[in-house]
């Protein structure tokens, strides 16, 4: 069974920067950083193949953001800079055992969120 628990989100100003936590247990393929605001569809922000370490960003954050894993794979990053407004969301880490769903927002495995607010 996959579990996960995120930490590390709160408010910074524009321009700021945070680092996004996830605690990872059991098997996994991909994992993934998804982000969710009010009134808007959930978006996959970045993922990071587990074995290899390869990575995929959403268009909007590449440059500013990057996924990363510790060397023993049990906890998932997301540095976060240059944060703007529009980054204000929920943001979810997510896990998946099949390559099929890696690079789509339905993953399997969801962590409880927490919540980023970027000020003006």
């Known amino acids: 069974q996959v579990q996960l628990v995120e930490s590390g989100g709160g408010s910074v100003q524009a321009g700021g920067s945070l680092r996004l936590s996830c605690a990872v247990s059991?098997?996994?393929?991909?994992r993934g950083w998804f982000r969710q605001a009010p009134g808007k569809e959930r978006e996959r922000v970045a993922t990071?193949?587990?074995?290899?370490?390869?990575?995929n960003y959403a268009d909007s954050v590449k440059g500013r953001f990057t996924i990363s894993q510790d060397n023993a794979k049990n906890t998932l990053y997301l540095q976060m800079n240059s944060l703007n407004p529009e980054d204000t969301a929920m943001y979810y880490c997510?896990?998946?055992?099949?390559?099929?769903?890696?690079?789509?927002?339905?993953?399997?495995?969801w962590g409880q969120g927490t919540q980023v607010t970027v000020s003006s």
């Open positions: 997510a896990a998946e055992i099949s390559y099929l769903h890696c690079l789509r927002v339905e993953y399997n495995y």
């Open positions: 059991g098997y996994t393929y991909c």
């Open positions: 990071i193949y587990t074995d290899n370490g390869r990575t």
